[in-house]
């Protein structure tokens, strides 16, 4: 017991384990000074908006940044330029450290290619969600006497007719040719005081195709132009005469942001006004 009392207390004891202390607390600095080193902690960058940035220019840039890239996906969009960035991930602004792995989805160089469906005998309606979902469009419908009211009777491309199967590239318009009825006349709607979507959706309806929006007032984006409403229209709507067209007839839209004005431009509304002028006078 004697013994071992003098020798907790001895230099030599103390000796090592300061020297042991020293040891383990450089061994500890040591390994967080070299995993701060590794893992770069506390060291962070913004990552840059590489969106429509060019497939030619991506090895400069993200060197000149300290990052990397990995190109994960493709699509075609005519909203990009080809062979351009879409969208990134990690997005714009995010902080992150270098050397870090930025995922990237790139416009492809050319627009796929899609297979036209025979469509004959199909519905409009069907017909248009067909081409829709094939990334298609139509340039125009052509209505032509037959008892089979707004079927498809045949599908043009480029004034020629199209054959089931042919190759077209994604975004390209055809035309459709459907059956008018026996009569192939429907009657004018009215589309004034109407949202424009809304007046552009009863006209599809009716069979009938937008010819052009020749004015909107007020609007300055394509939002305005969606919620605009119609104070025009031609050819114009008469409650009196019920006006037939032939389907297929194109009507051209007149549109306002001003929900007061579009009661006051009606002509019903005009010669109200003009009259009660005259009497006043």
Same mark, same amino acid.
């Given at each position: %017991?004697?013994?071992?009392?003098?020798?907790?207390?001895?230099?030599?004891?103390?000796?090592?384990?300061?020297?042991?202390?020293?040891?383990?607390?450089?061994?500890?600095?040591?390994?967080?000074?070299?995993? *701060?080193?590794?893992?770069?902690?506390?060291?962070?960058?913004?990552?840059?908006?590489?969106?429509?940035?060019?497939?030619?220019? !991506?090895?400069?840039?993200?060197? *000149?940044?300290?990052?990397?890239?990995?190109?994960?996906?493709? !699509?075609?969009?005519?909203?990009?330029?080809?062979?351009?960035?879409?969208?990134?991930?990690?997005?714009?602004?995010?902080?992150?450290?270098?050397?870090?792995?930025?995922?990237?989805?790139?416009?492809?160089?050319? #627009? #796929?290619?899609?297979?036209?469906?025979?469509?004959?005998?199909?519905?409009?309606?069907?017909?248009?969600?067909?081409?829709?979902? %094939?990334?298609?469009?139509?340039?125009?419908?052509?209505?032509? #006497?037959?008892? $089979?009211?707004?079927?498809?009777?045949?599908?043009?491309?480029?004034?020629?007719?199209?054959?089931?199967?042919? =190759?077209?590239?994604?975004?390209?318009?055809?035309? !459709?040719?459907? &059956? &008018? &009825?026996?009569?192939?006349?429907?009657?004018? #709607?009215?589309?004034?005081?109407?949202?424009?979507?809304?007046?552009?959706?009863?006209?599809?309806?009716?069979?009938?195709?937008?010819?052009?929006?020749?004015?909107?007032?007020? $609007?300055?984006?394509?939002?305005?132009?969606?919620?605009?409403?119609?104070?025009?229209?031609?050819?114009?709507?008469? =409650? *009196?005469? =019920?006006?037939?067209?032939? %389907?297929?007839?194109?009507?051209?839209?007149?549109?306002?942001?001003?929900?007061?004005?579009?009661?006051? %431009?009606?002509?019903?509304?005009?010669?109200?006004?003009?009259?009660?002028?005259?009497?006043?006078?």
């Amino acid at each position: %017991m004697k013994n071992l009392f003098f020798f907790l207390f001895s230099r030599a004891l103390w000796i090592n384990v300061l020297i042991a202390a020293f040891v383990i607390g450089g061994i500890v600095l040591g390994t967080m000074h070299y995993l *701060k080193s590794y893992t770069r902690h506390g060291a962070h960058i913004e990552v840059p908006d590489f969106t429509h940035v060019s497939l030619d220019s !991506l090895d400069y840039l993200f060197e *000149k940044h300290k990052l990397r890239y990995v190109i994960i996906d493709s !699509l075609y969009s005519d909203a990009h330029a080809p062979g351009s960035v879409v969208n990134q991930n990690p997005l714009p602004r995010s902080s992150v450290k270098e050397n870090r792995k930025v995922f990237l989805t790139v416009n492809a160089t050319q #627009p #796929p290619v899609v297979t036209v469906r025979d469509m004959e005998g199909l519905s409009k309606r069907q017909a248009l969600a067909i081409m829709e979902a %094939m990334g298609l469009g139509t340039d125009s419908l052509i209505y032509r #006497p037959d008892i $089979c009211l707004d079927c498809v009777l045949e599908q043009r491309y480029k004034g020629r007719k199209l054959k089931p199967g042919t =190759k077209l590239t994604k975004g390209e318009k055809i035309t !459709l040719v459907l &059956g &008018g &009825g026996k009569e192939g006349r429907v009657l004018l #709607p009215d589309l004034r005081g109407m949202a424009f979507s809304e007046a552009r959706d009863l006209m599809f309806a009716n069979t009938l195709l937008l010819g052009g929006v020749l004015d909107c007032i007020d $609007c300055t984006t394509g939002e305005d132009t969606l919620q605009a409403l119609v104070y025009r229209q031609s050819p114009a709507f008469s =409650k *009196k005469t =019920k006006r037939v067209v032939p %389907m297929g007839s194109t009507v051209d839209l007149y549109l306002t942001l001003d929900t007061a004005a579009v009661h006051l %431009m009606q002509p019903d509304t005009l010669f109200s006004i003009m009259d009660t002028t005259l009497i006043e006078e």
